[in-house]
């Protein structure tokens, strides 16, 4: 008895089915179309931030390929290229998007980011200066802070690094760089605070740290300022102090600096060994 009840069933179904006609498969492909959307967004995400570089790239050209005319995979292909360290074709992904139609403020600065990668200059500051003035975001005014610093702008340089620095949360990357600046300017005593307040934000920043020593060395200040340090670092510190006082002619303390880096050192420290013996061997001939 069940038999045709099951297939009174069936046929209502299929009646049923028939009903929904083509509307019915029309918003399944819709759906499908939304999931696959959402997938491919979030692969994008991850080969943007945690995927190999390489890989990256390879991805974001084939999908390039099989769907141009996209500028979000466009950007992909170029953010990818920027990771894996490939400025010279970063700067020519870059070009492809800023001619899109839906290329925007950002784009641009991009752009300018890959030719100071490539170190054309020039060509950064023509690209900055294509954009609006009301476009105040932190990387434009970071990178309109270098442009400035190449062409020994100093005043502009301290104004964009000084906005910069207000436009961000995290702002040890850009006053590393505005202190560098001032060091290579000779200002030494304002480099040195300004690789303070950098370490103030971020205190496991070696580069700050290896940069607060040598503005404090070019004043012959030769202690180790307190500042978070491994033991490694310690040593490494005290070999950039070292250097630096050898430089200025300070040749005793320099020996002595070379000498507690080393003993300093959990391990064999090689370029502090080989320093210390040339600076010997020069003094005994």
């Known amino acids: 008895m069940r038999h045709p009840i099951s297939l009174t069933l069936a046929a209502v179904a299929a009646i049923g089915l028939a009903g929904c006609d083509q509307s019915g498969e029309a918003q399944v492909e819709r759906a499908l179309e939304d999931?696959?959307?959402?997938?491919?967004?979030?692969?994008?995400?991850?080969?943007?931030?945690?995927?190999?570089?390489?890989?990256?790239?390879?991805?974001?050209?084939?999908?390039?390929?099989?769907?141009?005319?996209?500028?979000?995979?466009?950007?992909?292909?170029?953010?990818?290229?920027?990771r894996a360290g490939r400025a010279a074709d970063a700067v020519t992904a870059w070009q492809v998007v800023t001619k899109h139609a839906e290329a925007n403020d950002d784009d641009s600065v991009e752009l300018a980011d890959a030719y100071i990668r490539t170190n054309k200059w020039d060509d950064a500051a023509a690209t900055l200066n294509l954009i609006p003035p009301t476009h105040e975001t932190y990387k434009r005014y970071r990178l309109e802070a270098m442009v400035a610093d190449s062409k020994q702008q100093w005043d502009k340089a301290d104004s964009f690094y000084q906005t910069a620095?207000?436009?961000?949360?995290?702002?040890?990357?850009?006053?590393?760089?505005?202190?560098?600046?001032?060091?290579?300017?000779?200002?030494?005593?304002?480099?040195?605070?300004?690789?303070?307040?950098?370490?103030?934000?971020?205190?496991?920043?070696?580069?700050?740290?290896?940069?607060?020593?040598?503005?404090r060395g070019a004043q012959r200040k030769y202690d180790?300022?307190?500042?978070?340090?491994?033991?490694?670092?310690?040593?490494?510190?005290?070999?950039?102090?070292?250097?630096?006082?050898?430089?200025?002619?300070?040749?005793?303390?320099?020996?002595?600096?070379?000498?507690?880096?080393i003993d300093t050192h959990p391990q064999h420290f090689d370029e502090a060994n080989r320093s210390l013996r040339a600076l010997e061997d020069n003094v005994t001939n």
Do not use: C
């Open 35 to 82: 999931m696959n959307v959402v997938d491919e967004t979030n692969l994008n995400d991850v080969m943007l931030t945690i995927g190999d570089p390489d890989e990256a790239v390879n991805y974001f050209a084939g999908a390039n390929t099989n769907d141009p005319g996209r500028i979000d995979l466009q950007r992909g292909l170029a953010k990818s290229l920027i």
């Open 165 to 215: 620095a207000g436009l961000t949360t995290t702002p040890a990357g850009v006053l590393n760089n505005w202190g560098y600046s001032k060091l290579t300017r000779g200002k030494y005593s304002e480099a040195e605070r300004l690789f303070s307040d950098a370490l103030r934000h971020d205190t496991g920043m070696f580069t700050a740290k290896n940069n607060l020593v040598l503005a």
């Open 224 to 261: 180790l300022p307190v500042i978070p340090m491994s033991q490694i670092e310690r040593a490494q510190l005290l070999y950039t102090l070292a250097l630096t006082a050898i430089k200025q002619n300070d040749v005793t303390i320099g020996k002595g600096l070379l000498r507690e880096a």
